[in-house]
C-alpha cells in the first residue's frame, strides 16, 4: 500500500512537473510570436516611411516641404503634372500615440499607421542633414522612431536615413536647419 501511494505521488509530480514545463514553453513560443509580429510591424512602418519620403516631390517650393523635428509634411506628384492636387499632400507626424500620415490637402486628412494595442509610438523625431559637397548626391533626412511593445519592458528606438535624392544645397527648403551629414 505504501508503495502505490509512493508510485501514485511521484507519478502526480512528475505530471505536474511535465505540465509546468509545457505552459511555460507555451508562454515562451507565444511571446516570441508576439516579439516577431511587432518587429516585423516595425519593420513595414519604417519601410512605409521611407518609401514614402523617396517619393517627395520637392521643387524649391516652400509648400512642397515643410520639416520640423516631430512632423514631415511634403507634395507627392502621382500624375506627373504640375498641378498640385488634393491626393498629393502627404506627410507623418505623432498624435498621441499613433504614427499618422496626411491623405489629403484640404480637408486635410490624418489615417493611423500603427495599432496602438501591438505597439505605441513614443516619439517621432525628424532631422535634416546637409550634404554640402559638390559631389553631393543629395541632403539625407533622418528619421528616428521610438516605441514601445505591449510585451516590452523597456522602449526600442528605430533609425532610418533616407537620401533626398531631389534636394541639393541651391534647392534646400527654407525650413529646414542643416546638421553636418553622417
Excluded: Y
Amino acid at each position: 500500500m505504501v508503495n502505490l501511494l509512493l508510485g501514485l505521488t511521484l507519478g502526480l509530480s512528475l505530471l505536474a512537473a511535465a505540465s509546468t514545463w509545457a505552459a511555460l514553453q507555451l508562454r515562451s513560443d507565444r511571446l516570441i510570436m508576439q516579439r516577431s509580429q511587432t518587429q516585423q510591424e516595425l519593420r513595414a512602418l519604417m519601410d512605409t516611411l521611407v518609401h514614402d519620403i523617396r517619393r517627395a516631390q520637392f521643387q524649391g517650393d516652400p509648400q512642397n516641404l515643410q520639416i520640423s523635428p516631430h512632423q514631415l509634411l511634403f507634395t507627392v506628384n502621382r500624375n506627373d503634372n504640375t498641378l498640385r492636387d488634393n491626393n498629393e499632400c502627404s506627410g507623418f507626424r505623432l498624435n498621441g500615440n499613433l504614427l499618422q500620415t496626411q491623405t489629403s490637402c484640404q480637408p486635410v486628412v490624418w489615417t493611423s499607421l500603427n495599432d496602438s494595442r501591438s505597439f505605441q509610438v513614443l516619439a517621432l523625431k525628424f532631422q535634416w542633414e546637409c550634404d554640402t559637397e559638390s559631389s553631393s548626391q543629395g541632403d539625407l533626412l533622418l528619421i528616428e522612431v521610438q516605441t514601445q511593445a505591449s510585451q516590452e519592458p523597456i522602449p526600442t528606438t528605430w533609425q532610418r536615413h533616407v537620401r533626398m535624392r531631389n534636394v541639393h544645397a541651391r534647392m534646400r527648403p527654407t525650413t529646414t536647419t542643416c546638421t553636418s551629414a553622417a
